[in-house]
């Protein structure tokens, strides 16, 4: 699998002059003109049609914000006139003294009037332990939610000695990676019933704990052009770090199935979509250094596959959004443009300087262009990491036309 497609071409900061009608040279989103440039599709600018073009989000409703239940991201799908949006969020019932991802997480479904809201809560879909929700309707009508979920066993009580050693970091202490897992939930209605199944190693997990498939999480699915068969995106990484070696940084790889409820199989076991490193034709600062990429969104429209990442191979690892596009949903190209901006300013003039903003989701409209960027935010982290809730919360940013 290649990182670099050897169509896109980057010359110190500029593109070059592309063919007219080549769409990989706008990288999937637009199409190039008889002036040799390209001319981007609505959602998108740059040079290369790289980028996404974001609008200024609304002050009075900027999302879901809900201070008694912190979230962080997800999707919203249509149903009946009513938009509904799973999202994960803290299991607040638990009544868990720990802050961390590890216990208390659920995921919840929200309601609005439009794909922006405003939301409202409507119930408790999946609870603890689920987290990261990514949904979708399959073509046959089927409501799939792809997420992470527990496997090898019921999850520790929130209030647990084995949770309160969360506080510190993001897994489950004396409880091996691998009963974090991927999981599909599906059902022929956002109101269910629904039926949950592992999708990738099971418990107890690869044989090899240093590989950087042995955990296995954060999915996202997009269907194929034959409407069938299904293509997962997700974050790969290491269970332990083999003696004598570096850690393996978070890896974006790919699954693949005939239909979407399986069987599913790793589409290259050996290299990651992007892989290990950053391009060496990309700007100085950012080339050739180790290339971190989590919390995918995939999607595919008329002109292909594409993918956004919050990667942590800038100078900002906290903020940083990347985006990836691919002709054939195997071989993929990944830019070095910036996606989204740690500052955010509203639509009434004022900014906020958020801590964290990750785990990107977009709605598409009916042509598969992007009309809003879902990035769960905070700006209340008091300079701890990124594995607990604080007062997270899920920005809803329009995009540009």
Known sequence: MSSTMGLVVFLQGCYALCAEGDEVACSLNGACGRDGSCVCDRGWRGENCGQLRLAPPSAATPGYRNESMPTWGGDAILEGGTWHMFITAKDV?????????????????????????????????????????????????????????????????????????????????????????????????????????????????????????????????????????????????????????????????????????GPYAIVDAATPAFGWRTPASWPVGLRDVTMANEDPFLWRNARGFHMLTHAQFGADHKTRGAYGFSVDGRNWTILPDEQWAQNVTWDDGSVTVFDRRQAPALHLDEDGLPAYLLTPVDNNTGGADGCHWHTGWTLIQPVAE
């Open 93 to 261: 019932a638990a009544r868990s003294p720990y802050d961390s991802y590890a216990c208390a997480t659920q995921i919840v479904r929200l309601e609005g009037p439009t794909a922006a809201g405003p939301f409202r809560l409507a119930e408790v879909t999946f609870p603890s332990w689920h987290h990261e929700a990514h949904a979708i309707r399959a073509p046959d009508g089927t409501v799939l939610v792809y997420m992470i979920g527990f496997d090898g066993g019921q999850p520790p009580a929130p209030n647990s000695s084995v949770c309160a050693g969360t506080s510190g970091g993001c897994h489950l202490p004396g409880l091996n990676y691998s009963h974090q897992v991927i999981k599909l939930a599906s059902a022929p209605s956002v109101h269910g019933p629904w039926t949950e199944r592992v999708l990738l190693n099971p418990w107890p997990g690869l044989a090899n704990r240093s590989n950087f498939l042995c955990q296995t999480n954060c999915p996202s699915a997009t269907f194929a052009a034959d409407g069938t068969s299904v293509l997962v995106a997700f974050r790969g990484a290491q269970c332990t770090t083999a003696p004598g070696t570096a850690p393996t940084k978070e890896k974006i790889a790919l699954a693949s199935a005939p239909h979407w409820s």
